[in-house]
């Protein structure tokens, strides 16, 4: 059974940190890439970043380049979203998904159809 698991999600101010983790069980890790999206309350679930656990390749939106690093630790079949400098406008619950194959551009609303698999999701909430 696929199983993806959020977790690290809280409550920060603006300007902190957070670091969420996706682990994944089920399928071969490394044959997938993992996205991660972001739903805000009344607003379309939309594409933050994605890495390809193959070769760690990585794509993220222009709204969290800089401040968002995506990364993998294929050892643990885990993949971490680190977020620095978050703004208040960054709250939302926070998903990972995966599919086969590489990630080969930001995962955009096409992706919400092609990634098979979902995680739960993670409340990310931003105090101004």
């Known amino acids: 059974e696929v199983q993806l698991v959020e977790s690290g999600g809280d409550l920060v101010q603006a300007g902190g940190s957070l670091r969420l983790s996706c682990a994944a069980s089920?399928?071969?890790?490394?044959?997938?890439?993992i996205a991660w999206y972001r739903q805000a309350p009344g607003k379309e679930r939309e594409g933050v970043s994605c890495i390809s656990n193959s070769d760690g390749s990585t794509y993220s939106a222009d709204s969290v380049e800089g401040r968002f690093t995506v990364s993998s630790d294929n050892a643990k079949n885990t993949v971490y979203l680190q977020m620095n400098s978050l703004k208040p406008e960054d709250t939302a619950i926070y998903y990972c998904?995966?599919?086969?194959?590489?990630?080969?551009?930001?995962?955009?609303?096409?992706?919400?159809?092609?990634?098979?698999?979902w995680g739960q999701g993670t409340q990310v909430t931003v105090s101004s």
């Open positions: 998904a995966a599919k086969w194959g590489p990630c080969t551009t930001v995962p955009g609303r096409r992706g919400l159809y092609e990634y098979n698999y």
């Open positions: 089920g399928f071969t890790f490394d044959d997938y890439n």
